[in-house]
């Protein structure tokens, strides 16, 4: 095993009507990779449920990692979203890719209503920004799989000492958003150039920067 500290980074498959999903596109090329002395491992998650939590608690037994950072697609976002909470809810909209629907239910039984990331994600945001890369704080995570997915690391995280989490959704790529008029996108380089910034604050920094980065609405 490595002698370096593990990162866990995770990526989804391709759903809905899309053949590709950009977060397994840009985590893949981060595999192997030392960033801030820690050493990459990436893991593709399908986009279910049920099958998500099986794959990452399998894979968190086999990496042992000491940072998590889930990636998700966002069509419709035209920025890097640094996810500032996870809620215990399933609610899904659509069917995830084994036809399960959850609606209304709870990630983890008894667990709490929500989890802030323990990421420096202020830190993370102000380097993304003087890299030049359109990035923002999210306050929501949405109610899907990938919800699901950032609850369950947080959920980790809480029971593991020196584990820390959190979960970035990026953009379509352009080869999606060319099918739908006015839909904003991000190339596969620049999303891979924001989560190796992202995670090098995270492996760099463990208290966060002050600044001013809600929203109004």
Request: contains cysteine; proline residues 6%; negative net charge.
């Amino acid at each position: 095993m490595s002698k370096h500290p593990r990162i866990l980074l995770t990526g989804f498959t391709p759903f809905g009507d899309e053949t590709i999903n950009p977060s397994w596109e840009a985590v893949r090329e981060l595999d192997g990779q030392l960033i801030g002395g820690h050493r990459v491992a990436a893991r593709l998650l399908p986009t279910v449920f049920a099958d998500s939590q099986r794959e990452l608690a399998r894979a968190v037994d086999e990496i042992e990692p000491v940072i998590l950072l889930g990636v998700g697609q966002a069509g419709g976002r035209s920025r890097i979203s640094l996810e500032r909470v996870a809620i215990n809810v399933q609610d899904a909209r659509i069917a995830d890719n084994a036809g399960g629907q959850p609606i209304d239910e709870p990630v983890v039984n008894g667990g709490p209503a929500a989890y802030f990331s323990t990421l420096p994600i202020k830190a993370m945001l102000k380097a993304l920004l003087d890299a030049g890369l359109p990035a923002e704080v999210s306050n929501t995570a949405g109610t899907f799989v990938c919800n699901h997915v950032a609850y369950l690391m947080l959920h980790l995280a809480e029971k593991h000492a020196g584990l820390r989490a959190g979960f970035i959704h990026i953009p379509y790529l352009p080869s999606q958003a060319a099918r739908f008029p006015n839909t904003p996108s991000m190339s596969q380089e620049d999303v891979v150039r924001a989560l190796s910034i992202a995670l090098r604050v995270a492996t760099t920094q463990q208290a966060d920067v002050r600044l001013g980065a809600g929203a109004l609405d």
